[in-house]
């Protein structure tokens, strides 16, 4: 199984709303990412999970709020979104964070188109 | 920044093989050349990367030159499901910050009929 499930596939939120974004994988991927894509942009990396701990936010606006609760889920919470945050959320997992090659390979999701109004 | 270079767009035949190139003129000896794809609506898929060597695998051949500084992803024979944006992405061959996968713009490949 090389897939990784994000829920839900659409998302559409106000401002003043309070979601979350989910994210699964069942490979024992010990590390975990979320990407931002704008529309017609590349995907932009936001947070990096090794081992369920934070190793990496690239200055990330603290009304994204990521959680890894375990090795198989990472979730994103969102709260007091603007409208110019209404992009395509990406999740990601590779076997590790550090090391070399193939273990660095990253399986991403389908994502979640949210619109933020 | 991305430190690779693309063309934005290139058409392809159906049946045909396609040739995506990149350019990687500041690439260090410790860091490979990875390529993804993002077909319309999805999220990017790894396709392969490399180090010095040529590689083929069962989705593409790479092709790297002997200095390094260019290399093509070879799709032998497209089909109109290879339709999609391919980055070509060099980051190091150790793990941490530094081995984040940076996207640059990548090529638009239009495979048609």
């Known amino acids: 199984d090389t897939e990784v499930t994000q829920t839900p596939k659409h998302l559409v939120m106000g401002m003043t709303n309070k979601k979350s974004l989910k994210c699964e994988q069942h490979?024992?991927?010990?590390?975990m990412y979320w990407y931002k894509q704008k529309a017609k942009k590349p995907p932009e990396l936001m947070f990096v999970?090794?081992?369920?701990?934070?190793?990496i936010n690239e200055s990330v606006p603290s009304r994204f709020s990521p959680e890894c609760p375990n090795s198989s889920l990472l979730n994103l919470h969102l709260h007091a979104l603007q409208p110019e945050d209404s992009a395509l959320y990406l999740c990601a997992s590779s076997q590790s964070y550090v090391g070399t090659g193939a273990r660095r390979e990253q399986y991403f999701g389908p994502g979640t188109r949210l619109t933020v109004t | 920044d991305a430190k690779t270079t693309q063309p934005p767009s290139m058409d392809c035949a159906e049946g045909r093989a396609a040739n995506l190139p990149c350019n990687h003129s500041t690439i260090s000896g410790n860091e490979y050349v990875y390529w993804y794809r993002q077909i319309h609506s999805q999220g990017p898929q790894y396709i392969i990367h490399g180090l010095k060597n040529n590689e083929t695998n069962e989705m593409a051949s790479l092709i790297i030159t002997e200095d390094r500084k260019s290399s093509t992803l070879i799709l032998p024979h497209a089909t109109l499901r290879d339709t999609a944006v391919y980055y070509c992405i060099v980051r190091v061959a150790y793990g941490g910050s530094q081995g984040n996968l940076i996207f640059g713009k990548g090529t638009k490949l239009s495979v048609k009929p």
């Open positions: 999970y090794s081992y369920e701990k934070l190793s």
């Open positions: 490979m024992g991927h010990r590390a």
